[in-house]
Structure formats: structure tokens, C-alpha cells
């Protein structure tokens, strides 16, 4: 299968942890990578090969991932947070593909 | 520092071709680390994967839209581009261009888009 899901939204109350998740097969196969995406903007890698974060991307951001669930994690949600995140992998039906997730919006109350 | 700028024309006919650019600048498009690739973004939806090329020549298409969809590389000018045929309202989206990267981290691999362009707005409309 090449599908990944991700719940549509997720709040999170300032300051507080929000896990947001990312489940499909090639997750069990290959590492997720993920970004955060704010209105009218490109897409900004933030967690990629299950765990490592690009220079200038806050620690508060982690990622993990277990079986079939790939988890983008923030520890002490900020107000600038807010936005849509997408996972990403590789295909796993062996044409090397990539495939996002549908998106989470998330909300920092 | 590798920087993506994306042009071509805001406006496509139905059933006309669609093509746009991408400038490509920090980076040889011949540097064999990168993938070049184009992503879209349908109004108010997702991410969708489009293709990518390699410096070799090899490529890898969507294959909901492989029929539609042909990824270049111009080594002199230092761009890639994209060519979508046969277009129609569901082809309307912001179009980005993007750099891919394989990676491993044992026991397994992982894909990573690690830089985009600012995206182009395309719209088909008659």
C-alpha cells in the first residue's frame, strides 16, 4: 500500500506535548520524514530519516516511529507552531515512489 | 546554499500543455546527491508527489499521472522542468520544485525534501 494517515486536526494547549501520527505500510519499510506548512508558504522539513532535525528547527520537535506509526512529537507547543504538518515516505510497493500523508492541522489554544 | 525559483505562465488552457522551470542555484543539476522533483498543492488540499529526475537521466513519475507527465534537466542553463499534457481543472495548484534526498539509517532508507521553491500558482481556465 502507499497510503499514509494522518488525523485532519490536532490542538494542543500552549506549552503543552501534542504527538501528531502518521500510519501506513511503508512506514513499517522506510522512515518518515515530516514538515510544517504555514498559509501561503512552502512546506519546511522539520523531522527527517525517523528522528533527525535540519539546523534551525527548534529541539521541541521530535520524531519517532514503531511498526506501522510514524509520530511527529512537540514538547512545549508554541504559538508559532500552528499550521498543517505532512508526513512523507517512500513508496513501498517497489517503484521508489513518495507519498505524503493527507495533513494535520494543528491548533495551539 | 542551494536556492529553487519556479516560472512559467499562471494561466493553461483545458487540454493544453503545462510547463514551468525551475532555476536551480548552489547546486549543479549534474551533482548526482540530488533528485529533482516537482510537488503541487490543489486549493485548500495536500501535498502531491508529481516525479523527479536524476542526473543521469533516470526518472520516476506519479503513476496516476505517468501517461500526462514528462521531468527534464537542462545541464547548461542548470534547471529542470516540467511538462504536464492534456491539462484540466483538476491540474490547477501550486506547483513546486524540490531537491530529494536518499538517505540510509540502518536497518533502513528514508527519502527527505530538503529545500523547495517558493511554489508558482498554475491555474487551468479557459
Known amino acids: 500500500s502507499s497510503e499514509l494517515t494522518q488525523d485532519p486536526a490536532v490542538s494542543v494547549a500552549l506549552g503543552q506535548t501534542v504527538r501528531m501520527t502518521c500510519q501506513g505500510d511503508?512506514?513499517?519499510?522506510?522512515?518518515a520524514s515530516w514538515y510544517q506548512q504555514k498559509p501561503g508558504q512552502a512546506p519546511v522539513l522539520v523531522i527527517y530519516?525517523?528522528?533527525n532535525r535540519p539546523s534551525g528547527i527548534p529541539d521541541r520537535f521530535s520524531g519517532s516511529s514503531s511498526g506501522n506509526t510514524a509520530s511527529l512529537i512537540i514538547t512545549g507547543a508554541q504559538a508559532e507552531d500552528e499550521g498543517d504538518y505532512y508526513c512523507q515516505s517512500r513508496d513501498n510497493s517497489g517503484h521508489q515512489s513518495v507519498v505524503f500523508g493527507g495533513g494535520t492541522k494543528l491548533t495551539v489554544l | 546554499q542551494v536556492q529553487l525559483q519556479e516560472s512559467g505562465p499562471g494561466l493553461v488552457k483545458p487540454s493544453e500543455t503545462l510547463s514551468l522551470t525551475c532555476t536551480v542555484s548552489?547546486?549543479?543539476?549534474?551533482?548526482?546527491?540530488?533528485?529533482w522533483s516537482w510537488i503541487r498543492q490543489p486549493p485548500g488540499k495536500g501535498l502531491e508527489w508529481l516525479g523527479y529526475m536524476q542526473s543521469t537521466g533516470s526518472t520516476n513519475y506519479n503513476a496516476s499521472l505517468k501517461s500526462r507527465l514528462s521531468i527534464s534537466l537542462d545541464k547548461s542553463k542548470n534547471q529542470f522542468s516540467l511538462r504536464l499534457t492534456s491539462v484540466t481543472a483538476a491540474d490547477t495548484a501550486v506547483y513546486y520544485c524540490?531537491?530529494?534526498?536518499?538517505?540510509?539509517?540502518?536497518?533502513?532508507?528514508?527519502?527527505?525534501?530538503?529545500?523547495w521553491g517558493k511554489g508558482t500558482t498554475v491555474t487551468v481556465s479557459s
Open positions: 530519516g525517523k528522528y
Open positions: 524540490a531537491t530529494l534526498i536518499f538517505g540510509v539509517l540502518i536497518p533502513s532508507y528514508y527519502y527527505y525534501i530538503d529545500v
Open positions: 511503508s512506514i513499517r519499510n522506510y522512515y
Open positions: 548552489g547546486v549543479s543539476v549534474n551533482n548526482g546527491f540530488y533528485y
